[in-house]
């Protein structure tokens, strides 16, 4: 299915966040607190969206490693990569989130953006993070949510669950991907069990950020 929408994966992204996507992965570089000498995993990347956001940050990171199972959203990555002149400090790799290809405490820092939810067994997935973390390395993941302010989450549902499922089809011309985004991102834990959940793998002082009204989280913390 991301293999299918790759080519339009970031036009739709702009399109259907009216281009919040940029605000909130900027938002998720800055809490890193990055100096310019970490390496970064960015996990589930995608067309690299993140990882460029990290290489391009104010200082930016050392060295990026982009890790994703679709292999189309990679080669869309790449070239995003090239034409920026960056291939020198990013390596993008097909790979599984719960078999992360890394040592252990190899990176400094890690990224997803709009992808633990795509992970089936997010439990796995938390452990491999925690792994390839260093002591005291940051986290920060951007992930979707169901906002429960009134008035805001009854709008949010209608769009989510209407308007954006007939966008995405037209655009993508994928009948399937955009009406997987509301199913997935309803059945992904509540801001509050997914705290709790990183805590249970090793994450310390875990907090879960607020961003746009609630329809997006950040949810931020450092290996204990």
Known sequence: MFDAIAG????????????????WRSRAIRAL??????????????TAELAIAALEAQPPARQVVGVDFAHAMLRIGQQKIS????????????????????QNGAVDAVTIGFGIRNVENTDAACDEMCRVLSPGGRLAILEFAIP??????????????????LIGRLISRHQAAYG???????????????????????FVDVSAIR??????????????
């Open 8 to 23: 339009r994966y970031d036009l739709l992204n702009r399109l259907l966040s009216a281009g919040f996507d940029r605000r």
């Open 33 to 46: 607190a990055l100096t310019g000498r970490e390496r970064v995993l960015d996990l589930c990347s995608g």
């Open 83 to 102: 034409a920026r002149r960056l291939i020198d400090r990013v390596a993008l790799v097909r790979g599984d989130a719960t078999s992360v290809p890394l």
């Open 148 to 165: 429960t302010m009134p008035g805001v989450r009854t709008l949010y549902l209608w769009y989510f669950n209407r308007v954006l499922p």
């Open 180 to 202: 997987y985004l509301p199913a997935s991102v309803g059945a992904f834990p509540s801001p509050e069990e997914f705290v709790t959940i990183l805590g249970r793998h090793g």
């Open 211 to 224: 961003l746009t009204c609630g329809i997006v989280y950040l949810y931020v913390g450092r290996r204990g």
